[in-house]
């Protein structure tokens, strides 16, 4: 028998992770543990496909555990690893369904147990009726929620990307929904002037939305089942359903008790190559931190494309080939509604408090020549450090074909381009396609004016 | 009276010097000569303009020449400049409709005469019915006979991008159109995979597509005008218009009378600071020569966006500012139909050309998520140094929101990355935006295995 490879999750980060090593070494014996009943499907997709634009859970699902099967890898669905052994080097399981129990030995182990959604410590956030998003499983009860029609007001909790992205799938579903978010704009990783633009969005689709205030109880009725969420503010909010939209934790619970030490962010602490620091353990995905490439600091970032990447990275590793995931530099997009937005780098927030000293510049502009029929409006925010001009952060909030723009700017990000230097870009331009002068280098000659102005004012 | 500064054209390049330069220093006198009637217009939108894409004239004009004069320039439309007297330091002008002339002295010059189309040396080409796409003029002309009902039959010579424009657009207006290129594929700076696509697009509109041939006589009826148009294979094509689509060539006829010094190209030759050899002339837009930044070869590229920089620099050091145009990667885009096509960097013919050796990788994907609504195919095509894994070059073809993904590309090419390094870029990932892979990445991650295997067999 060959060498032998656990890996603790199917999903994104573990099932990439499981392909790399059997594709790179297909004498290895990969046993990948799955708690639920699928592998490789987009969490991301989920709200799609609650809100019916995606039309079938199948849709979601990349590879099928069949599917790594056929290329050799021996899949246990519905299998919960419940410890780790690492002096032994064996991991416990149990059948979620069935109950029954067992051991498997390891000679290199992959943790990839993802992240759990984050849930207030206040009275009834247990009680039936309120959902997290995470796994297909929440997606399927939360769908069958819905299709019950029994739900009519829903409140999600917390104005974060999944937050807007549920709460618009229930309100294409035609229900009345609202979002509670403790900032003063909604997903509070963007600067407020671009915040004020998404709760704009939010509230045209017609979204109750109730900011600088927070739930502090679920109601629930006589069955136990939600009926209300309250406010910090004293709001009583009817409520059939309510969904944890506050993000998510890294699932690193197994790891703790194993001894596999977390980092100070609360994640896994892992190298560039995804070791941990104990000989023979790797982990990727949600779980794990990665270091912030401008703030230098670790952050725990869920986000499907790293998961793929990491659990690449370890796969390549753990079959004898060498990889590395460089770091993150804080990329994000989202839809909500109609409006289109992205960020990358640092918020203006967050580049206060990694320490740097920054100016800001705005545009609106066009995503199109401005006489170019289609031409949609579009604002690029920059954040340039002082002095240097070295861009730290951007924003981009628009319509249609407005929000990848946010791309080219995370390769200056990445590559510490200069606003001085990105206005010089030979970036494309065709009148359908930007003005003469790209959204992107006008904000880049306003940051530049910018950072000018505040030199000559030293 | 303030120093005197000259500027030769009042398009893109021209009047963004002049602008800069006073708005820098209002005490210079400024004057600008226009051959044509209008300033600052969008050359790039004529074809648009033509279709009947774009309603009027007046939405091209960026700014006007009576916005120009409110900033303090004096603008002579319809003025030619007819010679340069460097010795004296004064030019020599004509009215072109009244045909008065005069003199007019300068202690800085900017020469920005833009370009004029490529027309082939053959009979009958200076017949009624033959028409470049250069100037508003232009438009104007080809507008009008388009309206005047008379035509039915157009030629377009060369399936270049603007040959592909205003095929489309006399498409569009319901007349039959042949475009005559004498490359196997159109738009030859794409590669010939690329350019298949566009090939099918352009058919798949009804046009006419004769390639690998070449037009060798403009026929005409007894008026002199354009009748039909004869190949070097012996096609006869109707033509009762007949339009130059070879791209241009730079307009530098009067620098050269005036013994302003050209580079190899046949553009004029400029420093960073878009200097000319000449102390105190400048040149800016279609007429100069670049650097290009991959083959380090000097190159004409005619392109507003360039024309824009490099006019914007030239001003602000005329105005006593420092300002530098560091060169061009060759990034350019069109839309073909519905079909969206951009590159970058080098083609693997221009590759091969300025002494590379490469590899290349080919990849077809999604815009979006694969299951997301509205996604559409897209092909990412990267062109990667042997041994070193440098990204040369770059291609993307496909729908909606799929051509704009090169700028990201651009910024890598800009930044030297290689093809390793570019795989782990932190790009948006959402749903409706892209694959949890980008195809970027992928197509990275492809090309990056294409050098590998290439250097397991050195």
Redesign the interface.
Known sequence: MGRRVIVIGGD?AGASAASQAKKRQPELDVVMFERGRATSY?A??IP?WIGG??GSEA??I?RSPDEHRAAGIDVRLRTEVTSIELDRRVVLWRDVQGGGTGAEPFDELVYAAGSVPMRPQVPGMGAAGVYGVQTLDDGAALRAELDSGRVRNVVVVGGG?IGLEIAEACRIRGLQVTVVDRSATPVGTFDPDIGAFIADAVRGVGIDLVLSDEVVAVQTNSHGRARAVVTASGRELPADLVVLGLGVRPNVGLAQQAGIPLGTSGGIAVDVRMRTTVDGVWAAGDCVESRHRLSSQPVVVA????A??QGRVAGINIGGGYA????????????VCDL?V?R?GLSSQEALAAGYSFVTASVDSTTK?????GSQPIRVKMIAERRSGRLLGAQVVGR??A??????L???I??E?TVD?I????????????P???P?LIAARKAFEAVEADVDHL
Request: proline share 6%; net charge negative.
């Open positions: 994104a987009s991301c997709g799609y634009t995606v849709e979601l990349a990307y986000l499907g494309t790293h793929n990447k590395t995931f460089p770091g993150v530099i804080g990329t994000a997009i989202t839809k289109e992205a990358t020549a401005g006489y170019f029929p249609q074909a929000a990848k723009r946010i791309d080219a995370a390769v200056c990445w590559n381009m230097q206005l010089s870009l030979d970036l494309a331009y065709a009148p359908p396609f930007a003469v002068w790209d992107v």
